[in-house]
């Protein structure tokens, strides 16, 4: 089943841990991105890869770090949470930039973070 | 940072009528304009796209993009108990491969 998966999907931590967030998709996409989302602001991105060794920041990648060593995988990683990350986070990958009528993006399950 | 702006809602509406939802954007240059559809709990999935101006049916949704005007509106026909979920307009710009989406307009369908 073609499908973007994201571990933890739940997660309570305390300020100052390091934690990562990991995606995976099994459909071969190059493009894949993570987003924050929180109440009346929507989807926010937050870093996005064009493909292997490929990153660029989103909109608010302050205090995010991500890396792309496999076409598969692109792991979210907070160095230092802080409780302004607390959010809904969702990863999503596509066959190119979601700019293409045939690159819809597929988004995983989300995973909420909460940082105390 | 292209801003996104979307009518607040929530709109409720009754089962059969027109759900008209806007959403207007800053970045003149964008290019790519999609509407998501999340259901409270889950992920967005995509329902339309639109690339150039006028109008683009799929079924019971038609999109509508007015690039002079900045504006891209969705119109959801014959709205169904089914229909009711947040929706995202999301925006991509010609010169980078971000997306920006609105905050989203809450719909629910009244049986």
């Known amino acids: 089943e073609a499908q973007v998966t994201q571990n933890p999907r739940y997660l309570i931590t305390v300020t100052g841990k390091k934690l990562t967030v990991t995606c995976s998709q099994n459909?071969?996409?190059?493009?894949m991105s993570w987003y924050r989302q929180d109440p009346g602001l929507g989807l926010r991105q937050i870093y996005y890869?064009?493909?292997?060794?490929?990153?660029d920041k989103g909109d608010v990648p302050e205090g995010y770090k991500v890396s792309r060593k496999e076409k598969r995988n692109f792991p979210l990683i907070l160095e230092s949470p802080s409780p302004n990350q607390t959010s809904l986070y969702f990863c999503?990958?596509?066959?190119?930039?979601?700019?293409?009528?045939?690159?819809?993006?597929?988004f995983g399950p989300g995973t909420r973070l909460t940082v105390l | 940072q292209k801003e996104v702006e979307q009518n607040s809602g929530p709109l409720s509406v009754p089962e059969g009528a027109i759900a008209s939802l806007n959403c207007t954007y800053s970045?003149?240059?964008?290019?790519?304009f999609f509407w998501y559809r999340q259901y409270s709990g889950k992920s967005p999935e995509l329902i339309m796209s639109?690339?150039?101006?006028g109008d683009k049916e799929d079924g019971r949704f038609t999109a509508q993009l007015n690039k002079a005007s900045q504006y891209v509106s969705l119109l959801i026909r014959d709205s169904q108990p089914s229909d009711s979920a947040t929706y995202l307009c999301?925006?991509?710009?010609?010169?980078?491969?971000?997306?920006?989406f609105g905050a989203g307009t809450t719909v629910t369908v009244r049986a």
């Open positions: 890869s064009m493909n292997v060794e490929v990153t």
């Open positions: 999301a925006v991509q710009g010609t010169n980078d491969y971000k997306l920006s």
């Open positions: 970045d003149r240059v964008s290019q790519s």
């Open positions: 639109i690339y150039s101006n």
């Open positions: 999503a990958s596509s066959a190119g930039p979601p700019a293409g009528p045939y690159n819809e993006q597929f």
């Open positions: 459909m071969n996409h190059e493009y």
